[in-house]
Structure formats: structure tokens, C-alpha cells
């Protein structure tokens, strides 16, 4: 399926962002592979969890956006773990990756949670049969 060999070459792109700066063609090809591996995964889990999400955005993004910043802690050359056999580094990418989910999913809830107090998070019945093109 062509979505899919698409959205696996974006995951490997998406997962080597991180530590592109720094990092060696070997790194970068096994940060891309398990990337990929890593969209693959997370597709089947949030399809075991019946999670709307039609374009992948929350596995590519998401989950390969987390596996690129704890990346950068084991395959740095300066400060990686890989390199230096230090866990430092790697802890702090660990925090940075929990704090930016916990931040990211706190707003989300706030957002979607008052659209659907005000009755504004989805449209109407006629409008999910017929389509959003007639509104």
C-alpha cells in the first residue's frame, strides 16, 4: 500500500530530525530503520484501540517524534550514550520526551474537552451522512 511505504519513510525521517546535526550515516540509518519499525508497531496499537486517526499523524509524529529525541542520547557523537557510555545525556532527552508529551496532551484535553462541553466537537448527524461539503 502506497500510504504506508510513504508514512514508513516520513517515520524514518521524522525519527533521525532530532540528531541530524550530530550524528554519523550509520546512526542516521539505524535511527530511520527502527523508526519505521517504531510507525509499524504504534499503528497496530492504536488500531487494537480503535483511535481515529486516518492519516497516521499521531504515530508518525508522535511516537517517531519521542523515538528521535531519545535518539539524540544514544547516538550523539559528542554526549551520546553509544559514545561516551555516560547515561546523562539520554536522561535528558528521557525528561524532555515526558515533559513534551505530558505538555501536548494536557492542552489537548483542555481544547477537546471544552469543544465537547459546548457541544462544538462534532457536527450534526445530517452533516456526518451527507458530508461536510454542503455546509
Request: hydrophobic share 50%; with cysteine; aromatic share 16%.
Amino acid at each position: 500500500n502506497v500510504h504506508l511505504l510513504c508514512n514508513g519513510v516520513l517515520a524514518g525521517l521524522v525519527s533521525v530530525t532530532a540528531s541530524s546535526n550530530n550524528i554519523e550515516l550509520w546512526a542516521a540509518a539505524v535511527i530511520g530503520m527502527f523508526g519505521s519499525f517504531v510507525y509499524v508497531q504504534t499503528k497496530k496499537i492504536v488500531w487494537r484501540f480503535e483511535i481515529d486517526d486516518p492519516l497516521d499523524i499521531s504515530e508518525v509524529h508522535g511516537f517517531c517524534g519521542i523515538w528521535s529525541v531519545l535518539a539524540v542520547g544514544i547516538f550523539d557523537v559528542d554526549k551520546g550514550f553509544f559514545y561516551t557510555g555516560n547515561p546523562q545525556q539520554l536522561g535528558i532527552q528521557f525528561i524532555g520526551a515526558v515533559s513534551y508529551t505530558i505538555w501536548a496532551g494536557l492542552l489537548s484535553f483542555m481544547f477537546f474537552f471544552s469543544l465537547k462541553k459546548n457541544g462544538r466537537l462534532r457536527v450534526g448527524l445530517i452533516y456526518e451522512v451527507i458530508g461536510l461539503d454542503f455546509i
